[in-house]
């Protein structure tokens, strides 16, 4: 599985973002599919996830009730509505897949997003 970010920029605080990640190959494989970030100086941290099939989602407390994540099954696409921004949520955002019983795998290249105050 190969997995494309983008969607990531500048903003300043309480505007919005959407970010996209588009999967490709053995997308069959895919059974959750997250977005992390890691800002700098800091470890990788989980933001959101949803099941392929449905259920979830899940989301870090740091960003429930202002980020939304959501599929579209029919282009094997996952998107990140990131709303409210803080400068807080500036960072390297990744995607990463997760097959049953597996950890978090095939991450994108991740996509910049840059909050301003």
């Known amino acids: 599985v190969q997995l494309q970010a983008c969607g990531g920029g500048l903003v300043q605080t309480g505007g919005s973002l959407k970010l996209s990640c588009a999967a490709s190959g053995r997308t069959s494989s895919i059974y959750l599919m997250g977005w992390f970030r890691q800002a700098p100086g800091k470890e990788r941290e989980f933001v959101a996830a949803?099941?392929?099939?449905?259920?979830?989602?899940w989301y870090a407390d740091s960003v429930k009730g202002r980020f939304i994540i959501s599929r579209d099954n029919a282009k094997n696409t996952v998107y990140l509505q990131m709303n409210s921004l803080k400068p807080e949520d500036t960072a390297v955002y990744y995607c990463?897949?997760?097959?049953?019983?597996?950890?978090?795998?095939?991450w994108g290249q991740g996509t910049q997003v840059t909050v301003s105050s």
């Open positions: 990463a897949t997760k097959r049953i019983g597996g950890n978090y795998e095939n």
């Open positions: 949803i099941n392929w099939s449905g259920s979830g989602p």
